[in-house]
């Protein structure tokens, strides 16, 4: 019922913006509201476990500065002449391990020593954050690595109208003006997004460990009188949420070509939203990876149709705090609905 009402409304922004929005109802417009949506996205990913397991993780969007940072520090420390594929894969997997690191501390917290998952991941909210500052002196750490710009701005196929297709690289030879005519289709971040999508939806799907995460948010009591540890599940289900928004700063890094602390500020709530609005019950026990990216793309649609139609693009808060009342809503109703 929550993701099916989350698709409607999303046909009906669609539908509006299409009337009103010039230029919204193009192929160059969805594909930079699918790659802007990305990052939101993978984010949101994680928030889903934390959420589904009736918790909630305040951290992420700091977690992938941390790791944005990180990963760009140990990118620009490597020697020059290494392969783009090496760079790319040394710095990944460093901010993973922080990231992994940051999520075993909120997990501890919550379900070994009962902290709150609001006061825990608080804590890792100002601490990441802290970190990510200091190891940046508040600055972005530029990442000067040729083709990491290409990498993660670039396609999965090109067209030209003179020169045609071509796969993965521009066309060779294209001057200034012929570039205006170059058409790239399926950004390469988007790739990323839906493979990293797949695996978490196999995750709660088709694993021990999805059923439990659902296990524990349904009931945490009769999960524990079923044999299932708890304590273990929990502390998994915040590492997966720390790896997820690893992910999301690993791709910020590659987009922007620069490592920032704040990358992820401004995703923070909306990552929550996102999975709100996807279906997930703030209650626990229900939700799906499907709807959070539903979510995503309601919040990046509305974003890019209020600067397509010249509307203050600030009217975003309002519109997307008035979603999530309405989807919060639809949830108690729900709830409401099963236990009478």
């Known amino acids: 019922m929550g993701a099916m009402w989350a698709w409607l409304f999303l046909f009906a922004l669609i539908v509006v913006f299409s009337i009103i929005g010039k230029g919204f109802l193009s192929l160059t417009n969805f594909q930079n509201i699918l790659a802007n949506m990305s990052i939101l996205a993978i ?3 994680g928030q889903t476990f934390v ?3 009736a918790g909630i993780d305040l951290s992420t969007g700091w977690v992938m500065g941390m790791v944005s940072v990180v990963s760009a520090i140990v990118m620009t420390s490597l020697p020059e002449g290494l392969p783009l594929w090496l760079v790319v894969l040394s710095g990944s997997l460093v901010g993973i391990l922080v990231a992994i690191m940051a999520g075993m501390v909120n997990g501890l917290l919550i379900a070994r020593l009962n902290v709150p998952p609001f006061i825990a991941t608080m804590g890792m909210f100002g601490i990441a954050r802290g970190v990510g500052f200091l190891l940046s002196n508040g600055m972005p750490i530029p990442i000067s690595i040729s083709g990491l710009g290409r990498l993660g701005n670039g396609y999965l196929f090109y067209h030209h109208p003179e020169f045609g297709w071509s796969f993965l690289n521009q066309p060779a030879g294209l001057e200034r003006a012929q570039m205006r005519q170059l058409l790239g289709v399926i950004p390469f971040v988007l790739i990323v997004m839906i493979v990293l999508l797949l695996i978490a939806h196999i995750m709660l799907s088709r694993t021990k460990f999805g059923l439990r995460t659902y296990a524990v948010g349904g009931n945490k009591e009769a999960t524990l009188r079923a044999g299932i540890p708890v304590v273990s599940q929990l502390t998994r289900v915040y590492v997966v949420s720390a790896v997820f928004a690893g992910f999301a700063g690993i791709v910020y890094n590659l987009r922007f070509t620069n490592g920032a602390a704040n990358a992820g500020e401004a995703l923070q709530l909306d990552s929550i939203a996102a999975v709100v609005i996807g279906g997930a019950s703030l209650f626990g026990g ?16 509305l974003e890019n149709g209020l600067v397509i139609m010249a509307i203050n693009p ?3 808060y309002i519109a997307v705090g008035t979603v999530i009342i ?13 236990i009478g």
């Open 43 to 45: 984010l949101a990913f």
């Open 51 to 53: 959420i589904i397991a």
């Open 286 to 301: 229900a939700g799906t990876v499907g709807g959070a990216m539903i979510g995503a793309l309601i919040i990046s649609v």
């Open 314 to 316: 600030f009217w975003k």
């Open 326 to 338: 309405i989807a919060v809503l639809i949830d108690q109703a729900r709830e409401r609905m099963v």
